[in-house]
């Protein structure tokens, strides 16, 4: 279930409480005239099964209330009453299959502001991954990849596509590109300087390395697990299922791909920059193809499923 707290105009006030009303899945309508201070106006409650949550935030913004007042969304933990059952009930679908589209566009948003935290992350990420292509260290991979923050800008991309709204493509595309050349800059410096302490050196990166070659050497299961890698990491977001994420920055090798072609750069070695490049494109590839064909696919089917479930209800004299 999903809390709502609006602050509505008050010559809006019956139109939101009707649109309430008349909305499947909502339950504890709660309105207060006059509650509200900045803005001023009525204060409307309710809470709603998140499943039938974007049509009502939807509805509420055609109103204009996201300019005239003030529309806040949260999830409810635990809800015990059986009226919040029966609206779930009444509700189309499950709320796990459910895309509250506002919430992602505002999380993703979010994730792909290019902020001095997000370079500073993707930075540390692919320092960390210097190390571990240097030493031949898969757990030294493994943290990097956790560390790195790049689905996030890659998620907004994919939503800003399926959503057709230019604005968060271009920010997610500034967060990518800028956020990348930052790191691997930054990279090529720290590997100077780990050179010149002995830590580092080209005898190193010229190894076999069993364990971490296969960031230069791409090949078909790269792009396969990135598009595997994508469609999870959709799913966990709009699911609100976060906890894949993490394993979802284990399995593609974006952040260690970047980090050994700044490596590789460094001491001259171009044949493993290509090839850690080539493996960097096949994932960012792999994750927006993906990305974008989940959303797609979870647009169109929830909408079906709620036209079948509106043909179904008797019609409203």
Not at 190 to 198: G, K, N
Not at 249 to 261: G, H, M, Q, W, Y
């Amino acid at each position: 279930m999903l809390h709502l707290r609006l602050i509505t105009p008050s010559d809006t006030t019956d139109d939101v409480v009707r649109l309430v009303e008349n909305t499947v899945g909502t339950t504890h309508l709660v309105v207060l005239p006059g509650a509200a201070r900045n803005p001023a106006g009525d204060v409307v409650m309710c809470d709603v099964a998140r499943e039938a949550g974007d049509e009502l935030i939807a509805g509420l913004r055609r109103l204009d209330l996201d300019r005239t007042g003030s529309i806040a969304v949260e999830n409810i933990d635990l809800s015990l009453s059986k009226r919040a059952d029966d609206a779930e009930d009444e509700a189309p679908g499950e709320g796990a299959d459910a895309v509250l589209w506002e919430h992602l566009e505002g999380a993703t948003h979010e994730e792909s502001t290019l902020s001095i935290t997000y370079v500073a992350f993707l930075t540390l990420a692919t320092m960390i991954a210097a190390c571990g292509v240097v030493l031949d260290n898969a757990i030294l991979i493994v943290g990097a990849m956790a560390v790195g923050p790049e689905f996030g800008p890659l998620a907004g991309f994919c939503t800003a596509l399926v959503q057709r709204a230019p604005r968060l493509a271009l920010r997610s595309l500034v967060a990518l590109l800028v956020g990348f050349a930052a790191a691997l800059l930054v990279t090529v410096g720290f590997t100077y300087l780990m050179d010149a302490v002995d830590l580092f050196s080209a005898v190193k990166l010229d190894a076999e390395r069993p364990n971490t070659n296969f960031i230069y050497r791409p090949d078909a299961f790269s792009f396969v697990v990135a598009v595997l890698a994508g469609a999870a990491g959709t799913l966990s977001l709009t699911s609100a299922k976060s906890g894949a994420l993490v394993g979802v920055a284990i399995s593609v090798t974006t952040v260690p791909a970047a980090s050994n072609a700044a490596v590789a750069f460094a001491y001259g070695e171009y044949h493993q920059a290509w090839g850690s490049t080539e493996q960097l494109l096949l994932n960012l590839l792999g994750i927006v193809l993906a990305g974008t064909l989940t959303l797609l696919a979870q647009k169109y089917f929830w909408t079906r499923q709620r036209q079948r479930h509106n043909a179904g209800r008797p019609s409203t004299p």
